[in-house]
């Protein structure tokens, strides 16, 4: 079998990378849950803009890495791929909370557990993915790992489906209906740019097996 490793071993920077970029959509994920837990007034996201600005950064060094570098171990397409799929994370998750403060306090008797639950699986099995590819896994580790990522992407689904129900049922009064549906999408938007990025890396595993 084609070992990841041996081929990319000299291209350590870019698994440091990748990790990294991948820890950061996990910190922000976490300080979104924070966010949510008080809704009496707007407050300060200078930790999103600081992790963002941090994966921004991790982002455009892979891009640099990659033109300085006349080897690499995966082909340059997919770790750009990759790359790209774990920076709109990042960004999803910073535009979730830049919408959500704008007036948190219409937003006191919405639930979005349910979804942030589910973002916590999956950005905490996106960094174990991430992290596997250090240590060339197999096939069928990286299909276990893909298929529970998929399996919280479908719970999403049928999540949001639910309380799309309610919005359109009147739960809401007008307003707050809109922005209810627009930060749900944003939260259903953020799985799926992890399911993405779990798709990548199953990808670039099964391209070097």
Not at 12 to 17: A, G, I, R, V, Y
Not at 88 to 113: G, W
Not at 183 to 207: G, P, T
């Amino acid at each position: 079998m084609f070992s990841i490793q041996s081929f990319f071993s000299q291209d350590t920077k870019f698994f440091d990378l990748l990790e990294a970029s991948a820890a950061e959509a996990e910190e922000l994920t976490r300080l979104l849950v924070e966010l949510l837990k008080d809704r009496s007034h707007p407050r300060p996201l200078d930790q999103f803009a600081h992790a963002r600005g941090k994966d921004k950064n991790i982002t455009d060094q892979i891009s640099q890495e990659l033109v300085n570098t006349f080897v690499t171990g995966l082909e340059r397409e997919d770790i750009e791929m990759l790359s790209y799929a774990l920076y709109r994370i990042c960004k999803t998750i910073e535009k979730f909370a830049e919408r959500f403060n704008l007036t948190p306090q219409r937003l006191a008797n919405v639930d979005f557990s349910q979804q942030t639950e589910l973002m916590v699986r999956a950005t905490g099995t996106l960094v174990e993915m991430v992290r596997s590819l250090r240590r060339n896994p197999t096939l069928e580790e990286v299909k276990g790992m893909n298929d529970r990522m998929q399996a919280i992407e479908t719970a999403a689904d049928d999540v949001v489906l639910a309380l799309l129900g309610e919005v359109y049922g009147g739960k809401f009064e007008p307003i707050q209906a809109m922005m209810v549906r627009d930060l749900y999408d944003l939260l259903e938007k953020m799985i799926d740019r992890c399911r993405d990025a779990a798709n990548a890396i199953s990808h670039i595993v099964m391209k070097n097996s």
